[in-house]
């Protein structure tokens, strides 16, 4: 232990924060060894296998799952803010260029600070708990719209216009394609946003949960959420999950394919998790949405994932990894129409409300979270050189 200047007893914590609590919540947890994560009190599985997002996203910002009369009335409410401002429309064209080969998700962070500029956002420190649900409100059910428009537009089409007569996730396939979705994919899709809603404090819901305490606003403490998501060590995995099973190609190669990368020591994308000790339960819940439709891609991807374990149990003794939810995340949005370019961006659409959660909470304290560094550069201090 040692003392700063300000007298502030200084704690050594692992790298990277491994294991420190540095607060408490009340929106969910992950009991990874146990392989089970939960959402307010409910199994986070069993509500996308038996509730709507609507119904999950009303959990997470009001605290209770709500009646069938409510379940209706939140629906409308949030359905009825997924079209954007006229500003913000005029914008996206000239953003989607801007951001190019970055994505749909590079040009949300500036389509969404433009959002928070454009519906009068103020700083969360500074309004009530009311008009903060309101805002989460607003941001998020315009993340939908807002990565569907930049990644039309990016493609050289014109942006379909939200539909308030359809679920969220029927609405963003529907967005997609300008097709209404057949509804088992939109429920394919629904059960994955839902399981990816929130998941304990990954590094872009600590981002924006840090931003939140600093007093910002609502569209602030989401763009810096983006940002860390974009990182490929956080939300990049479902599509080169995938890339994975496009270069094994055929079941007669992949013990040779995998033996070969983790005897090099390399990764193998979609496998292991930073949390989970166990399978992972977003993983078994997508492996039985993908059975549920079948067909030559499916039966590869679950040979692959059983050869892939067996691999690993083999030359990694000790170590239990286990297909991670994006492995099969991929398969299903594969299978649901989504491009490989839009898989990340659409877990950005679910997890948008898990953030909005976060600050909401973060909000309601007033303590900014405001960590120090040990300082370990040249010795100081030392006398400035004078210029000859």
Not at 137 to 166: F, M, N, S
Not at 257 to 285: K, N
Request: neutral net charge.
């Amino acid at each position: 232990m040692s003392v700063n200047r300000s007298a502030t007893t200084l704690v050594e914590v692992p790298r990277g924060l491994a294991g420190v609590v540095v607060t408490d919540t009340e929106i969910g947890d992950v009991r990874g060894r146990e392989g089970f994560y939960h959402y307010r009190q409910y199994s986070a599985v069993e509500l996308a296998q038996t509730r709507g997002f609507e119904d999950v996203w009303h959990l997470l910002v009001h605290g209770e799952l709500p009646d069938a009369r409510r379940s209706v009335s939140f629906r409308a409410e949030t359905a009825a803010l997924r079209r954007l401002p006229d500003e913000v429309r005029a914008a996206l064209p000239a953003i989607a260029v801007a951001s190019g080969r970055s994505g749909p998700l590079a040009g949300m962070r500036t389509a969404l600070s433009l959002l928070g500029a454009a519906r009068g956002f103020r700083p969360v420190y500074d309004i009530d708990p009311d008009q903060r649900r309101r805002d989460t409100l607003v941001a998020a059910a315009a993340v939908p719209t807002l990565l569907i428009a930049l990644h039309r537009l990016g493609r050289g089409l014109e942006p379909v216009e939200p539909r308030e007569d359809l679920s969220y996730a029927a609405n963003y396939l529907y967005m997609l394609t300008g097709s209404e979705p057949e509804p088992r994919r939109a429920r394919a899709v629904e059960r994955y946003l839902i399981s990816t809603i929130d998941h304990g404090f990954n590094a872009s819901t600590f981002t924006a949960r840090v931003i939140a305490s600093t007093g910002a606003d609502v569209a602030a403490a989401l763009v810096g959420a983006v940002g860390a998501l974009s990182g490929p060590l956080h939300g990049g995995a479902p599509s080169r999950a995938l890339d994975t099973l496009d270069a094994i190609g055929t079941p007669d190669r992949i013990d040779a394919w995998i033996r070969e990368r983790v005897l090099a020591g390399e990764r193998i994308m979609g496998f292991g998790h930073a949390i989970y000790r166990t399978e992972d339960p977003r993983s078994r819940m997508l492996r039985e949405v993908a059975q549920s439709f079948g067909g030559p891609r499916v039966d590869f991807a679950v040979e692959v994932e059983r050869q892939v374990e067996t691999i690993l149990a083999e030359l990694k003794p000790g170590r239990e990894l286990h297909t991670n939810v994006e492995f099969y995340a991929g398969v299903v949005m594969e299978l649901c129409g989504l491009p490989r370019e839009m898989f990340t961006p659409t877990f950005a659409a679910g997890r948008a409300v898990g953030w909005s959660a976060n600050i909401l909470e973060q909000a309601a304290d007033s303590k900014i979270i405001r960590p120090v560094a040990r300082y370990v550069g040249p010795g100081a201090p030392v006398a400035v050189p004078r210029v000859a």
